[in-house]
């Protein structure tokens, strides 16, 4: 019945850039998948104690990952950014992968600070080329979010903290994404160690500016597609997380990333506000008044037209809000505060998955230290984002967000100038949870969890998924290892033990039960 109202909903997508797969229910590939379990329990009963045993070691290469502060987001930080990609691929090395390649992506476009800064390299790997056997592409990211032990940290954030009492991994980027990525490395010890053949090719895609917008990464995958990944079959993402702290889940959906900047310009440079103060027009006093008008303070956004471009609920998804397990009570606990938007489980999901929303998450270039500094900032550039939504259009979008920009700027009759740019985006992406891939992954998590999966969308973006799809002809599945209050992006980030090792196995057997299947 889900499967069914899924399949008419994906089937329903009026965008061009959804993907209109074809869609298959309970399919004679999910029954030949299903029925592959019995067949596979040997292989399960070797590998799994083997990912046990190897945890320590396991634990010690992400403790080595996570303290390389591989900060796409920071210019200064790319040598490190760099390091890490190399660290990777010493690892890849050891693991006996082959044609192990780090791609230049050239230099970085505007807006940037220094316009000779290289884009970080791409990590190719390949892990056997058995033309018997299928190819899955592993993607994952290894660069991170900035963090510092002043925005609230309890401990150094590039030191991995193993917390005995809680059982937890703490670190940046345990959850989001090095954790996970390494997942995929350990997947191929735990095999090599228990004298298990790995029974797919695998091929490694791992980019350092995902939590930039994945610049430069489309083109390489166009370029690449009937060369490296000639001969792809399926693409396996772990990258987000379970929507809640119990129950895995599986993920067909993910919204997009539009990314702005508005700067406002006026002195030449920063003044005394004794002197300047009430004779000058001031950037910020504009900004702050811009950034005022996108959004309100129920997370409606404020620029007309938005609103028009998203597709409308249908009955039939209502129907599948309303079946999964969630409450408010969790989004609290993941938020660690009570400032919901809305009470009913149906509301919040909707709003994290298929409405967009726009965050305003900072201000560079005014005073943000401690103290009180009496300055004028010369120029303030004001940064916000919108998450995309099917059937929103990134350009048709970013033409509304400068219009209405420049539109409230004039409003203020400043003799400053404004200017509003798109930094990155990233599209949105819905799938068929049914096919082989998705039935490959249930039963991988009945066999690691004991449970069903449920199905989810997620609210965060991953903005090359939609481009490897397209130009690989290929269907992604997003397959998480963390939980919903992991603190991606946030302080204190983690990662369980038991999603890090149970993970690990669930990769494993997804990837045996992909094999398994008669079809791609
Ligand atoms: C879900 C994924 N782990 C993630 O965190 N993605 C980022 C991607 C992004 C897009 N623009 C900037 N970063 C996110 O959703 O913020
Ligand atoms: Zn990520
Ligand atoms: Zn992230």
Sequence with gaps: MLASLISKLVLSAKSPRVPVSTVSTMSTASAAISAAAPSLQPVFDKLFPKVDELQPQFIDVLK???????????????????????????????????????????????PVVDPTLQLPPVVLARYGSDPAKKTVLVYGHYDVQPASRDDGWDTEPFELVVD???????????TDDTGPLTGWLHVVRAHREAGIDLPVNLLTCFEGMEESGSLGLEQLIEREATGYFAGVDAVCISDN??????????TYGLRGCNYYQVSVSGPKA??????????????????VQILAGLVDS??????????????????????????IDFSRDELDEAAG???????????????????????????????????AKTVIPARVSGKFSIRTVPDMDSEKLTKLVVD?????????NSPNTVHTELIHDGAYWVSDPYNAQFSAATEATKVVYGVEPDLTREGGSIPITLAFEQLLKTSVLLLPMGRGDDGAHSVNEKLDISNFINGIKLMGAYLHFYAASPEN
């Design 64 to 110: 080595h990952a996570v303290e390389i502060p591989a900060v796409s987001g920071d210019e200064t930080l790319r040598p490190q950014v760099v390091k890490k990609a190399r660290y990777i691929a010493s690892q890849l090395e050891s693991l006996g992968f082959t044609d192990i390649q780090l791609k230049e992506l050239g230099t970085q476009p505007p």
């Design 164 to 174: 005995e009492q809680t059982q937890q991994l703490r670190g940046r980027g345990s």
């Design 241 to 250: 997380y379970w929507l809640g702290t119990r129950k895995p889940v599986l």
């Design 270 to 287: 920063d003044l005394h506000s004794g002197v300047f103060g009430g004779i000058i027009a001031e950037p910020m006093v504009d900004l």
């Design 298 to 323: 129920q997370g409606r956004i404020l620029i007309k037209g938005i609103d028009e471009m998203v597709a409308p609920v249908t009955e039939k998804e209502r129907a599948i809000y309303e079946k």
């Design 337 to 371: 505060s009570h400032t919901a938007l809305y009470d009913r489980k149906e509301d919040i999901l909707m709003h994290r998955w298929r409405y967009p929303s726009l965050s305003v998450h900072g201000v560079e270039g005014a005073f943000a230290g401690m103290g």
């Design 404 to 412: 209405h920009c420049n539109a409230a700027f004039a409003k203020l």
